[in-house]
T-cell receptor, first 113, second 115 residues
């Protein structure tokens, strides 16, 4: 049973560049979540998919952020025109329907220089 | 809006001793779930224990147990026989649905295990 995987694990980019992260959830999990975690803080919810439908977006998800889950399997999170304030760990999690605990991936650490 | 508060930024305990991490929460929902997650340094978040609000019995998983006080909206984690591998950030998290499907996390407690 493979867990949630994320790619890349680390990304360094210059301000103004676009970046894209990928998340592969546990295969039988139909719900997928993105969170952002800054240093010394708990994860903050960004957005959530049930199958391919994006059902909820946080106020934290500015219009520079977009997420997709085209076939209800893997998901991508894109940040356009990155800013230094986007530097954070981006976590992906998944869960099956009928259970409420979420299983997290290792995260993608983004550094914007 | 729901909130989770962890008032202990850091706790320290001697190996083999018992430590309790505190968490309080607030939600207007009557049906919700509470979790403790462990995040070791540079490693991924791991679920430690879960508690359904409708269950009066406190959850237990091996050396980990909770003290769930629903009226007080308190959800503390007790770690017995602390081991070096327990050193990590511990996050309390709340799921209450009601149109908000994401987890709400506290700021975390850094647990140090003294050998």
């Amino acid at each position: 049973d493979t867990g949630v995987s994320q790619d890349p694990r680390h990304k360094i980019t210059k301000r103004g560049q676009n970046v894209t992260f990928r998340c592969d959830p546990i295969s039988e999990h139909n719900r997928l979540y993105w969170y952002r975690q800054t240093l010394g803080q708990g994860p903050e919810f960004l957005t959530y998919f049930q199958n391919e439908a994006q059902l909820e977006k946080s106020r934290l998800l500015s219009d520079r952020f977009s997420a997709e889950r085209p076939k209800g399997s893997f998901s991508t999170l894109e940040i356009q025109r990155t800013e230094q304030g986007d530097s954070a760990m981006y976590l992906c999690a998944s869960r099956p329907g009928g259970a409420y605990e979420q299983y997290f991936g290792p995260g993608t650490r983004l550094t914007v220089t | 809006a729901q909130t989770v508060t962890q008032s202990q930024p850091e706790m320290s305990v001697q190996e083999a001793e018992t430590v309790t991490l505190s968490c309080t929460y607030d939600t207007s929902e009557s049906d919700y779930y509470l979790f403790w997650y462990k995040q070791p340094p540079s490693r991924q978040m791991i679920l430690v224990i879960r508690q359904e609000a409708y269950k009066q019995q406190n959850a237990t998983e091996n050396r980990f147990s909770v003290n769930f006080q629903k009226a007080a909206k308190s959800f503390s984690l007790k770690i017995s026989d602390s081991q070096l591998g327990d050193a990590a950030m511990y996050f309390c998290a709340l799921y209450s649905g009601g149109g908000a499907d994401g987890l709400t996390f506290g700021k975390g407690t850094h647990l140090i295990i003294q050998p």
